[in-house]
């Protein structure tokens, strides 16, 4: 079947593989040759995984900038050599942290906050992932970035273990939000465990479990792909006239009655297109679904 398999696939990951396996197996059942996703867990953590296959690869890119939303748990106390709870524990602390106290501690982390990323982090440094230093027992210098916690609820808390709701920009590192929470407290902490629950638009109530996708027939797997455009659900659209249409598939520019910027582009027939950019009056195209 190959790349005639294309679309969106909403798949809940389970802790423990790695987000490219879980990738790889629902790739292999729904027989796409090609396959990639909009942002990678790491193994501990599950949740939803936003997958792309076939012609949908070419806007997996649209969602780098999304939103995301966690549910996490943080084990006050403790201090691990990763930030989670697959690393080693550094250091052990008595916790007297009131509820009232973790709120408190919460509030000074909403808004727009500084990180410092963790060096078991796949960003790289002189062209080496920081994990690859962090496993030789190197540390870096690493700048700090800006991100957005735009929502940080406690949804539960025993004395030692945190639940938090947390929605936040691209680029933010919920096991280091976790550390720096636990250092505003003095006692230290880590995340123990973390799930995905939204990626821009689409939320983990849409998203099937592996095995399930597997206990399906095919054109039942096949079923639950989203169209690619659903990736571009908050991009302006526009649709073009027949003759317009022709031009735009063939890679040509097209006049345009249209304020410049990126557009999910659709033809005469309703049909998705592509992806262009409007400039000066004209729509150039900047990626095309292949014509079947």
Not at 98 to 127: C, D, T, W
Not at 174 to 189: H, K, M, P, T
Not at 259 to 276: N, R
């Amino acid at each position: 079947m190959g790349d005639a398999v294309s679309g969106v696939l909403l798949l809940d990951k389970p802790s423990g593989p790695s987000s490219n396996a879980v990738l790889q197996r629902a790739r292999r059942l729904l027989g796409a040759t090609r396959a990639g996703h909009t942002g990678t867990l790491d193994p501990l953590a599950s949740g939803l995984l936003v997958i792309t296959l076939g012609e949908a690869t070419k806007f997996s890119g649209s969602l780098l900038d999304a939103d995301k939303a966690y549910r996490a748990r943080v084990k006050l106390g403790e201090r691990t050599a990763t930030g989670d709870a697959e690393g080693a524990i550094l250091s052990r602390s008595d916790v007297a942290v009131s509820e009232s106290v973790l709120r408190a501690a919460l509030e000074r982390f909403r808004g727009e906050i500084e990180q410092v990323p963790p060096m078991y982090a796949a960003l790289k440094h002189e062209g080496r992932p920081l994990y690859s230093y962090a496993r030789r027992g190197e540390s870096v210098e690493r700048a700090p970035r800006r991100v957005a916690i735009r929502r940080l609820d406690l949804e539960g808390f025993d004395g030692t273990t945190a639940s938090l709701f947390v929605e936040c920009s691209k680029g933010t590192y919920i096991r280091v939000l976790a550390e720096d929470i636990g250092e505003a407290l003095g006692c230290g902490a880590h995340l123990r465990a973390l799930e995905r629950v939204s990626v821009g638009p689409f939320a983990l109530d849409r998203s099937i479990e592996l095995d399930a996708l597997e206990a399906m027939a095919p054109p039942e797997r096949r079923g639950r792909l989203l169209p690619p455009q659903s990736l571009l659900d908050a991009w302006p659209r526009f649709r073009l006239g027949e003759d317009s249409t022709a031009k735009f598939r063939q890679g040509r520019a097209v006049p345009i009655d249209l304020g410049d910027g990126s557009v999910a582009v659709f033809g005469d027939d309703e049909a998705f297109l592509g992806t262009g950019e409007v400039s000066g009056g004209k729509l150039q195209p900047k990626r095309l679904i292949a014509r079947s």
